[in-house]
């Protein structure tokens, strides 16, 4: 399911127009993002956990010249599911 099918499915679950749902869409994921910036994290209960998480700085290799490489440490965005979610997706 891309961005679009999305909205459709939100437009017909929601009875709100495919406008107005791409606008609740883009706004709940500019919250998050917003939230994730802050470093806080965003549970939605039942759902799961937005959060940040922090890669340390390591040695990699490229592939083409088989040199070592140096990777800068950074925030990487994690998803872990709620209970909900992960019994509906094992059904």
Request: net charge positive.
């Amino acid at each position: 399911m891309n961005k679009s099918e999305l909205i459709d499915a939100i437009a017909a679950g929601s009875k709100l127009t495919k406008a107005d749902s791409g606008k609740a869409l883009d706004a709940a994921i500019d919250a998050i993002s917003k939230s994730l910036k802050k470093g806080d994290s965003v549970t939605l209960v039942g759902f799961g956990t937005f959060s940040v998480g922090k890669r340390a700085a390591r040695t990699g290799r490229n592939p083409r010249t088989n040199q070592s490489i140096q990777i800068k440490a950074k925030k990487v965005a994690k998803f872990k599911a709620g209970a909900t979610l992960a019994a509906t997706v094992n059904k």
